[in-house]
């Protein structure tokens, strides 16, 4: 009984600690974006753009981190005391019997150093490490979703094709360019005597892949400010918004290469084929899975009266919204490829069947959690330079990717570009060549993809060298952006009118096409806009048709008396800047 007694008082003791280190660590990142805004404000209203505020969360998140790896000492409880056992390799689950009662354990991770030897302050280091899972399934669907949603839809559209180019193409020579540059650097890593592990050619594609993540969230905020030229920000925005889903989904393409011969690091053209195939499998379906939640929340928007209910309108948004990345990575594909497209897809149809108070909330709503996610994950970027107890720093390998990094964005900025203005009415300067160039930040995608696995010497490599190319490129190249678009003479804003815009000359016969098929039918179908659909769709369909179409669709102002041709040069001066 007495001994009962005894080990319920550990077990509550250990709770009520391991509650109030929990409630510290909240507190202490609560503190940091607090600091955060308020620095923010301070460098808004003076007029400061030498430093953006994510450069400013990472400084403040490495401060934190010196001081909790130098300056405070915690005493380490005498119930948290680890047991020694002897064993050749890593168990992946631990059973034991204690009284007569089974516990199973699962393998986390290694929770000290390979000499056995702690860095300082190592529990509470521990405690401000977060699971890798905790960044794709809380703090990056908002991000994704919130640069789908926010989507300047006109001038995305206007440069669809460059876009996609950049964004697909662009990415995929970035990461082979970085992946053979790396294993030319490991090979001389070897040759020195300074690689202390296994590095595969595998793993310098797998690193090629994570760091061609751009994430000009910095440029893109000091583009918005000094209202820079509409078609550079359309590019740049969605280039960068697409090429981090392209990004994850060519990684994890890389991770599934298994070879059918003894070595499972040596070249398999059937296995490079399969790899191409999960490649445009998790794509291709990743895009239909988001789109397909766009469509139906759409679809329950338009046939029911949630509107009356702003609150359960707002509500049933963002749950269907955040619900496509959980079920994407359910289905093992990607949730940040399917969040992104439900983001378009919500912006362009959901969007105009919300009331005008669901409208505003979910514009507040999603921008509020991109902006605390992204502070916050760039402050914990800073704490996780001295938080982390593995790092594996080599300035052979840190140099080769910085060399790496600017081999791979040039090989796909200037062919592409190239080639691209052999087709393009409206070309692509040398001067916007050279400010995309500059502006390829990396960002929270490439430090959530190298966090998400650190259990190998290689991973490790990667993951701080990847650290150290993000503070760079966010205070060099961030700091350095107002400086090079006055150095290149691009400032203001294009200002298009009505006579500006030619719909024959603006857009190709593909996006003319779909525009056509837009308004007729999917306009119709998943919104109040457009022509009825007994107006567009044949007789034989006219049952569907009446099925499908409410009564508030008939109270849309005559849009089906209008000449096609006239409305489709309207809607598109209709969607937004």
């Avoid at 005498?78 to 516990?103: E, Q």
């Avoid at 949630?306 to 919204?321: C, Y």
Wanted: glycine residues 6%.
């Amino acid at each position: 009984m007495c001994r009962k007694w005894l080990v319920d008082a550990v077990s509550e003791r250990r709770a009520e600690e391991t509650h109030r280190q929990g409630s510290a660590v909240a507190v202490l990142f609560t503190l940091l974006l607090t600091t955060t805004i308020l620095t923010t404000w301070l460098f808004k209203h003076r007029r400061c753009r030498l430093l953006h505020e994510t450069g400013l969360a990472m400084i403040y998140g490495l401060l934190v981190g010196v001081v909790l790896r130098f300056g405070v000492h915690v005493q380490p409880d005498v119930i948290d005391a680890p047991l020694s056992c002897v064993s050749n390799s890593s168990p992946p689950a631990l059973l034991l019997n204690i009284s007569g009662r089974l516990y199973e354990y699962t393998l986390r991770g290694e929770v000290s150093d390979t000499q056995g030897q702690d860095a300082p302050n190592a529990e509470i280091l521990r405690k401000v490490t977060f699971d890798p899972e905790v960044f794709f399934n809380v703090l990056l669907p908002p991000i994704i979703f919130h640069a789908g949603y926010s989507l300047k839809r006109r001038h995305f559209f206007r440069n669809l094709g460059s876009i996609l180019s950049y964004a697909f193409v662009g990415t995929v020579i970035s990461s082979f360019v970085i992946g053979v540059v790396m294993y030319g650097c490991v090979a001389l890593m070897s040759a020195l005597g300074h690689l202390g592990g296994d590095f595969f050619f595998t793993d310098c594609l797998f690193f090629g892949a994570i760091i061609s993540a751009t994430d000009p969230v910095t440029v893109l905020a000091i583009f918005n400010e000094l209202r820079v030229d509409v078609d550079l920000y359309a590019l740049l925005f969605g280039e960068s918004a697409l090429n981090d889903a392209v990004a994850i989904v060519l990684s994890s393409s890389i991770v599934a290469y298994q070879p059918v011969s003894s070595s499972s690091h040596s070249f398999d053209g059937g296995a490079m084929l399969w790899s191409l195939g999960v490649f445009l499998g998790v794509l291709s379906g990743s895009f239909a899975l988001g789109t397909a939640a766009g469509f139906i929340t759409a679809l329950v928007t338009k046939l029911t009266r949630l509107r009356d209910f702003p609150l359960l309108e707002t509500s049933l948004f963002f749950l269907m919204s955040w619900s496509t990345f959980l079920f994407a990575e359910a289905c093992s594909i990607t949730g940040v490829v399917a969040v992104l497209f439900c983001g378009i897809t919500q912006a362009h149809y959901t969007h105009s069947n919300l009331s005008a108070e669901s409208k505003k909330r979910t514009r507040e709503l999603f921008e509020l959690l991109n902006f605390l996610a992204e502070s916050f994950i760039f402050s914990y970027m800073g704490l996780t330079l001295f938080s982390f107890q593995h790092h594996v720093f080599n300035p052979v390998f840190i140099s080769g990717a910085f060399l790496a990094m600017f081999l791979g964005r040039a090989a796909n900025i200037y062919p592409l570009s190239f080639l691209l203005n052999l087709g393009r009415s409206n070309r692509i300067s040398s001067n916007f060549q050279h400010v995309m160039m500059f502006a390829g930040l990396r960002g929270a995608m490439a430090f959530a993809l190298s966090i998400r696995d650190t259990s190998t010497y290689a991973r490790q490599m990667m993951f701080s060298t990847t650290l150290l190319i993000v503070f760079f490129t966010v205070w060099v190249f961030g700091g350095g952006t107002t400086p090079v678009l006055s150095y290149m003479n691009i400032r203001y804003t294009h200002i298009y009118t009505i006579t500006q815009i030619s719909y024959s000359q603006d857009s190709a016969w593909p996006i003319r096409l779909w525009y056509t098929f837009d308004h007729n039918y999917l306009k119709p179908l998943l919104t109040h806009s457009g022509p009825p659909l007994i107006k567009t769709l044949p007789a034989c369909c006219s049952p569907l048709a009446r099925c499908l179409t409410s009564s508030q669709d008939y109270q849309v102002k005559n849009t089906h008396l209008y000449p096609a041709r006239r409305c489709l040069v309207s809607e598109i001066l209709a969607l937004e800047l």
